[in-house]
């Protein structure tokens, strides 16, 4: 059987490279876009969440029944609760108000719980959506920060799989990466 999985989360990942050409057209090389969109949860953060996960799993700082806790303004999010969701764990996903409600309510379908904050307020300021997140970890026992923005794990994935996935696609005949930031 072809392309059949035994897990959801066995879909992160492998996704297709396509050839633009009518946005390079007259350029005398050949650009690719990394297609991400196509991961399970819908964007290239499924792989990040996966990683943190496996990461807190096998140092033991995430244990059966355990939750996950996190800040995240949607992508981050999805791609934790799915994981989450296949894994056993609750969630728990704090989201500044200016999220849209279909962000929310999709995060809600994966059974996580959404706390909605402020978005006007500081980074340290006790109402900001990272500050509320450090917070309900010390509130709930066997509970993990997935810390997304200051977590190894972000670029591990891409270290470990994202990177070498392209360089397999283009048969390591490759000049220039060029990538969006984020977290």
Request: proline share 5%; hydrophobic share 30%.
């Amino acid at each position: 059987m072809r392309r059949v999985y035994d897990s959801i989360l066995d879909c992160i990942g492998d996704t297709p490279l396509v050839r633009l050409h009518k946005v390079t057209a007259g350029l005398k090389c050949k650009v690719y876009a990394k297609v991400e969109f196509m991961n399970p949860a819908g964007s290239i953060k499924d792989r990040v969440a996966k990683q943190i996960i496996e990461d807190y799993e096998s140092e033991g700082r995430l244990k059966k029944g355990g939750t996950i806790i996190e800040g995240t303004s949607g992508n981050t999010g999805a791609g934790l609760a799915l994981v989450a969701a296949d894994r056993g764990y609750k969630s728990i996903f704090v989201m500044p108000d200016k999220q849209s409600e279909e962000k929310r309510a999709a995060l809600r379908a994966w059974g996580s719980k959404v706390v909605i904050t402020p978005t006007d307020v500081e980074p340290d300021d006790p109402r900001s959506y990272y500050k509320v997140s450090e917070r309900l970890v010390t509130e709930n026992k066997n509970s993990c920060y997935a810390n997304q923005y200051h977590n190894p794990s972000n670029p591990k994935a891409h270290y470990l799989n994202t990177g070498p996935e392209i360089w397999e696609q283009l048969d390591g005949k490759i000049d220039t990466l060029i990538a969006g930031i984020g977290t």
